[in-house]
């Protein structure tokens, strides 16, 4: 067993900062669920380690596994997504990065589960539409849709010219 | 840039602002993988064998179990013609071939004579020759289960963790694998690991540490035994009543995955709804949302294992230790376990019956954050008239 768990520690070591940075983004800046998430994934992975280190891309597996904790997490409390129709007022931030950071994970926690996910794939993890796709189980004109419709609700939260919080 | 150019550069610079020590989380996520193999419910793991980790559990909480080193003893031949070996015998024969000194916290499973199919034999033990005490573990199987031997190959490149390893054929055909290598900052784990000709498996590990765990603390310098010692273990002869088990075993009997999923919706409590199995592909256990008006409440994954009657300390060893379990007057054995979390409360109920059914549940129920913490959808109450319902009890022969 401990060469497994030698082999798996490794996969750990490497990969853990990167799914807890993932996780902090899915989780809208909850930094407790993002440990409590990449805990679960890390559990599922080691579990599952003698199939899952035979996969082409280990680290991608675990990376759809920390959204798919993440989602079924959300459904378990909510038989649907979080009503958005009222979106809270945009917070008032100065145009440094931490208040920026600190905006984004409050426009992040809005969107329902589904559309942050969308963006975190695509975004973070710099997925195409159709990876994305493949990781929910959605269409690429699904995707397409959400993407469209969430990032038209960040600008709703940042403001059109995010560009001036941003270093050049 | 365009706000979407700007946007995914502002994730990205968000996303590089959260950092962490990592090594809590990993050791978090290792206890989570740990518990989940020990309860049986890898069900969403796709094809996995059944893998029930052993925990090293106290001296006095083990029954019919002797601590002094004894003579090898053979396999026993059921009543059926069909060989099988006790957990008990493949101690026997693990004690009688390590060099002098004092064993405890010994527990293992056997092979055969109607235990589950893939629960893989094993044993496991605190060794001691004077010097500090060693975990050492011995694994056995027939098919090509990493999982439950380790590899029996030398890993292919040269991962940080491995100090040596070597491959080498010997004579009968067999192939022997003798791997060092590192387990945590201080910690080591040697290992033998044999393939016979005819596809027998064993794995012997020892460790430096009394519970082979990463993190744990070392107990001394090396492993107890050198590895030219483990080689000559898993090279002896004596091993062959555990392969002839383990060849002769039969999947028969034990519960499919339908049959679980059917009589639990015999058992459905009125107020809740058993949703569709997503247990993938493990036999025995099957796994469902319970839902409640609209809303999935949570998640139950019931497990069920018929053991032959004498085996029944075998599997109290691992699940049923003096300390938390409670014996009902018909001699049935329950053990509940209630861990509150946000954003996961864990709810387990675990019964065995004088017979040998075994029955685990464990419902599951999420919490978003910043909402307040709701019960499970069944009460603890209604999980153990589930475990204890007679209908799980084992089909007469």
């Known amino acids: 067993m401990a060469p497994v768990v030698a082999e798996y520690l490794d996969f750990a070591g490497a990969r853990t900062g990167h799914l807890y940075r993932s996780a902090c983004l899915l989780t809208g800046g909850d930094t407790h669920l993002a440990e409590d998430l990449v805990q679960e994934t890390l559990g599922r992975m080691y579990a599952r380690w003698r199939r899952v280190s035979k996969a082409d891309n280990p680290a991608a597996y675990a990376q759809t596994m920390l959204v798919h904790t993440f989602l079924s997490w959300r459904r378990l409390r909510s038989s649907g997504e979080r009503p958005t129709d009222v979106l809270p007022e945009t917070p008032s931030v100065e145009p440094d990065d931490a208040a920026l950071r600190i905006a984004l994970f409050d426009a992040l926690a809005q969107l329902p589960a589904r559309d942050r996910a969308v963006l975190v794939l695509r975004y973070w993890e710099d997925l195409s539409i159709e990876q994305t796709a493949a990781v929910l189980k959605l269409s690429a004109g699904a995707v397409s849709t959400r993407t469209s419709r969430a990032l038209s609700r960040m600008r709703t939260q940042l403001g059109d010219d995010l560009a001036s919080f941003v270093e050049p | ?397």
Request: glycine content about 10%; proline content about 7%.
């Open chain 2, 1 to 397: 840039m365009d706000f979407e150019g700007q946007f995914g550069k502002t994730m990205v610079e968000a996303g590089q602002s959260n950092d962490i020590e990592i090594q809590p989380l990993i050791d978090r996520g290792l206890r989570r993988g740990r518990a989940l193999r020990a309860r049986r419910v890898v069900g969403a793991a796709v094809g996995a064998a059944v893998v029930v980790a052993l925990i090293p559990i106290g001296a006095d909480q083990l029954t019919g179990l002797s601590s002094t080193p004894r003579p090898a003893s053979s396999a026993t031949t059921a009543s059926s013609g069909r060989p099988s070996i006790s957990g008990t015998q493949i101690l026997g024969l693990l004690k009688g071939l390590l060099p002098p000194g004092s064993t405890s916290q010994q527990q293992a499973i056997g092979a055969g004579g109607g235990r589950p199919y893939d629960s893989s034999p094993r044993a496991q033990l605190v060794y001691d020759d004077g010097h500090g005490k060693a975990m050492i573990q011995l694994s056995s199987s027939q098919k090509d289960d990493t999982e439950v031997l380790g590899p029996t190959a030398c890993p292919t490149g040269n991962p940080s963790y491995i100090v040596s390893c070597r491959q080498t054929k010997l004579g009968d055909g067999s192939t022997l694998m003798v791997n060092e290598e590192t387990i945590g900052k201080s910690g080591l784990v040697w290992t033998a690991s044999l393939v016979t000709g005819a596809g027998d498996q064993i794995s012997l590990q020892e460790f430096n540490t009394a519970t082979g765990q990463p993190g744990a603390t070392v107990t001394r310098a090396t492993p107890a035994l050198t590895t030219a010692q483990l080689s000559a273990i898993v090279e002896s002869t004596a091993w062959s009543p555990l392969f002839a088990a383990e060849r002769a075993a039969l999947p028969d009997g034990q519960p499919t995955q339908a049959q679980v999923m059917a009589t639990a919706r015999k058992l459905q409590p009125s107020g809740a709804t058993f949703g569709g199995n997503d247990a993938m592909n493990q036999e025995g256990t099957a796994s469902f949302p319970i839902i409640k008006g609209t809303n999935r409440q949570s998640s139950l994954i019931i497990n069920v294992q018929y053991w032959p009657v004498n085996a029944g300390d075998e599997v109290r060893q691992q699940s049923f230790p003096q300390s938390s379990s409670t014996t009902l007057p018909d001699g049935t054995l329950i053990v509940t376990d209630q861990r509150p979390g946000n954003p996961m409360t864990v709810w387990d109920v675990q019964i065995l019956r004088p017979d040998g059914t075994d029955v685990s549940l464990s419902e599951q129920c999420m919490h978003m954050p910043n909402t307040a913490v709701e019960s499970p959808a069944l009460s603890m109450a209604q999980l153990k008239t589930i475990a204890l319902s007679p209908v799980w009890d084992r089909p007469a022969a």
